[in-house]
Structure formats: structure tokens, C-alpha cells
């Protein structure tokens, strides 16, 4: 059935439920370009102020997979498990995790994305390594898969064109944090990728878009029913963003982080995610038999990280890059670190230049920001707190005013460990 633009922008506004015809009517309309942008901006505001139903944002969901591709990979030897972070600083877990899960028999999928703000992207780190590539055709992807186990790709321009037009509007519209429009964007997308199951790992914090952990509860409790209708075996961690993870932000930083992990070591709580988020992806995919801790111990998962890296073209042997300039950030008294805002880091690191503020802006492969301690550590008055990183020295002091009150340092008393992980949902 034919609507037009204002009927359903002006139902929404009223507070009203949009029917099956209006939602895929408008979604297919705005693909085609016959809704202008200013009037899907309309709808995204008021979507974003008067929400939607589950079954609203079934169908908003379906409508975006609708106005594209669906991979298959079925054909695989292997069963699959993808893995979805909503985004964090330092969340560097998908580069240690797809080789990992690879290399316990599952195959992994994993489309990914570039920055965009204060919080990194995948292909922006992975790009750091000298010759990798991100761009893969689906025949090649398929072809890696089976080879491999593990793909860490773009993902192709045929995968929800809808979600691709939606969300470079709602970026620029102040749309982006509405839980209908983030889980039918982050779903629509893992649904057309084709993956048997998947875990979703919603960051709860200052540095993440969810601040409460009611409204993480909520997101992934929508994802996790839009996936399993969607016949997906999904489940869907709530995990802290409140400080980063590990102990760099950055793109090449991060890299040599994961491969630190790869190698058996690598920061406790970079461990503990991977090997948390490993052990649902392998339950999702029925070969929770294997438990990835050995397979980090006896290098496998390091072998398999080395053949992903050499299949795009990679030199996984290869010098990383770093920054021209450094500037070393010093504890002002001795103590214990009780804070440390992800927020403030994943800010200070974006202006080092790790991340870009325009789609189209580069990013610098050896910016980022390295800290030197983690919550509850002891530090001495003088000792290298953090170090910032940039090929241009004159980024320097706006990171600084970026990490000023970003951290604390006190007796220890105020200071209360959290957990990670702070819920399960699915
Ligand atoms: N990531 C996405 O892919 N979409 C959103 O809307 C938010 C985060």
C-alpha cells in the first residue's frame, strides 16, 4: 500500500503504533530516495522521543534486511558465531576474539566497522597492520571462512543499504542513541550477515552510549528477542564501560595489545572478555566441548591470528607503526588510582588523532593514548601515569584538557573493585 511521508511522520509524533504497511513503505521509500532526508529526519526524532513497540521494531528490522543482500554460510564445513560490541573505549576484544573462537572449530563472520567519535574501529586498528586489507569480496570471505575460520571485513555496500542511509543521517541529526533505532541497526545488519548464532556485548558506562544499566537491560533484551525470532541464537553480555579496557586506546597500540593476549599474556581484563565472550560464542554454536583458554595457551589461536592477517594481505611479522611525538602524563601524588573515566580516554585519544570526526577524515595508525595503571593499582608520586601519542605534537593540549578530572588518585579507601560483567541476558 502507498502512504506518504507526513501521514506516518504525523502518526508517530502523536504517540501512535506504526502499522506493518507504514514501516515498510517508508523504510523502502527512504532507500529508493523518494523520503527526503528531512523528512526521515522527522521520523527518527520522533521515533527517538516516543519510542516504538517490539512489534514495530520487528518489523522496522525486517524492512532494513529487506532492502538488501542475505549472505549464506551454509555451505561451511563449520558452524558460525559472530560477536557485536555497541562500542567502548580500548575495546579492542573482536582482534584476539575471532581468531580465538577460529581456532576452536567455529567459523567467524565478523563485519565490522570504523570509528567514529570517541569510541574506536576495528578496521581502523586492523588497517595499522602494513598490507592488510579490509575490503573482501563475498566469494573470498566465503573462501576464508572455510580456509581460515576467521574474517574480520568491511562490510559490502549490498548488507542493509536502508541501515547504511539511516544511520549517516542519525549521526548528524542527533538521532543515534534511540534503543528502536540502534537495535533494529545493529541487528538488521548481523541478521543479513547470515551467522548461526551471536553475542552481543552491551557496553554500560560513561564511555559507552548506554550510561545506565537499565537502559543496556533494555537494549539487549530488544536485540536479543529480534535475533531469535530472527531464528539467530543470540545471548547478549552487559559489561562495563565505565572505565576502558586494557591499558591503550588507539589503533596500532590496540593491535599489539590483542597480540600480547594472542601470546599468552596481555591485560587480566582483556583475558577475562575475550575468553567470556569465546566461551558463549562457542555455546551458541554447540561446541562448548572446547574450552578457549587452551587454545590461547597452546598459541593456536596465535597461529590462527597470523593466517587471518596473511589471507588479507597482511604481514603479521611485520613492525607496527608508532607516533612521532610522545608526551608522558605524570601521577601527582602517590596513592591508588580509584578512576579512571573511559569517556575522557576514548576523548583524548580521538584528538591525538586516533579516531576522525567526518566519515571521510584519516586517522593516525600510531595515535593513541597507553596508561601505565588500571583502578585500584598502587602508583608513586612522579611515576608515568599515562602516555599520549601523536604525529603532531600540537594535538597534545587538547588531549590533556580531554583527561583533566578524568582521573583520580586517593588512599584507596573510596576505592570499590566492579565487576566486568555484569549481566547475561538470553
Ligand atoms: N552501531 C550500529 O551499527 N548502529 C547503531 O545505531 C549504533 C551503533
Given at each position: 500500500m502507498a502512504h506518504d511521508a507526513v501521514e506516518v511522520i504525523g502518526a508517530k509524533r502523536d504517540r501512535g503504533e506504526l502499522s506493518d504497511s507504514q514501516i515498510d513503505w517508508v523504510v523502502a521509500a527512504y532507500t529508493r530516495g523518494d523520503v527526503a532526508d528531512e523528512q526521515m529526519s522527522a521520523l527518527a526524532m520522533a521515533i527517538l522521543l516516543n519510542g516504538m513497540t517490539r512489534r514495530e521494531i520487528g518489523r522496522w528490522t525486517a524492512a532494513m534486511i529487506a532492502s538488501g543482500e542475505r549472505m549464506d554460510f551454509s555451505s561451511l564445513s563449520r558452524p558460525t558465531a559472530d560477536k557485536h560490541s555497541t562500542g567502548g573505549v580500548g575495546?579492542?576484544?573482536?582482534l584476539p576474539l575471532a581468531p580465538l573462537v577460529a581456532a576452536c572449530g567455529v567459523a567467524v563472520p565478523q563485519l565490522s566497522g570504523r570509528g567514529l567519535g570517541h569510541t574506536g574501529g576495528t578496521l581502523d586498528k586492523l588497517e595499522s597492520v602494513p598490507g592488510w586489507r579490509a575490503a573482501l569480496s563475498n566469494d573470498e570471505m566465503l573462501a576464508q571462512l572455510e580456509s581460515v575460520g576467521a574474517v574480520i571485513c568491511a562490510a559490502g555496500d549490498g548488507l542493509a543499504p536502508a541501515d547504511k542511509k539511516l544511520y549517516a543521517l542519525r549521526d548528524v541529526t542527533?538521532?543515534?542513541?534511540a534503543i528502536p533505532l540502534i537495535a533494529s541497526s545493529i541487528m538488521s545488519k548481523k541478521i543479513a550477515e547470515g551467522t548461526g548464532s551471536l553475542v552481543l556485548d552491551v557496553k554500560v558506562g560513561t564511555g559507552a552510549f548506554m550510561r545506565t544499566v537499565e537502559d543496556a537491560r533494555e537494549l539487549a533484551a530488544t536485540m536479543v528477542a529480534l535475533g531469535t525470532d530472527a531464528g539467530v541464537r543470540t545471548v547478549a553480555l552487559l559489561t562495563d564501560m565505565s572505565t576502558p579496557l586494557g591499558l591503550t586506546a588507539g589503533n596500532a597500540v590496540e593491535v599489539a595489545e590483542s597480540v600480547e593476549v594472542l601470546a599468552g599474556g596481555g591485560p587480566a581484563d582483556v583475558v577475562e572478555l575475550t575468553l567470556a565472550l569465546a566461551r558463549e560464542m562457542l555455546a551458541g554454536a554447540g561446541r562448548?566441548?572446547?574450552?578457549p583458554a587452551d587454545r590461547l595457551a597452546d598459541g593456536s589461536a596465535m597461529d590462527a591470528w597470523r593466517a587471518m592477517i596473511s589471507a588479507q594481505?597482511?604481514?603479521?611479522a611485520a613492525e607496527l607503526p608508532t607516533a612521532r611525538e610522545s608526551h608522558v602524563v605524570s601521577a601527582p601524588?602517590?596513592?591508588?588510582?580509584?578512576r579512571l573515566d573511559a569517556m575522557a580516554v576514548g576523548l583524548a585519544a580521538w584528538r591525538l588523532g586516533?579516531?576522525?570526526?567526518?566519515?571521510e577524515d584519516p586517522v593516525q595508525a600510531g595515535a593513541g593514548v597507553v596508561w601505565h595503571a588500571r583502578p585500584g593499582d598502587d602508583v608513586r608520586e612522579g611515576q608515568p601515569l599515562f602516555t599520549l601519542l601523536s604525529d603532531d605534537s600540537e594535538r597534545f593540549d587538547r588531549a590533556l584538557e580531554a583527561l583533566d578530572g578524568g582521573y583520580d588518585v586517593g588512599d584507596g579507601t573510596s576505592y570499590t573493585p566492579t565487576d566486568l560483567v555484569i549481566d547475561r541476558i538470553g
Open positions: 575495546d579492542k576484544i573482536t542527533g538521532t543515534v542513541p562448548d566441548d572446547v574450552d594481505g597482511g604481514d603479521p601524588t602517590s596513592g591508588v588510582l580509584t586516533a579516531g576522525r570526526a567526518r566519515k
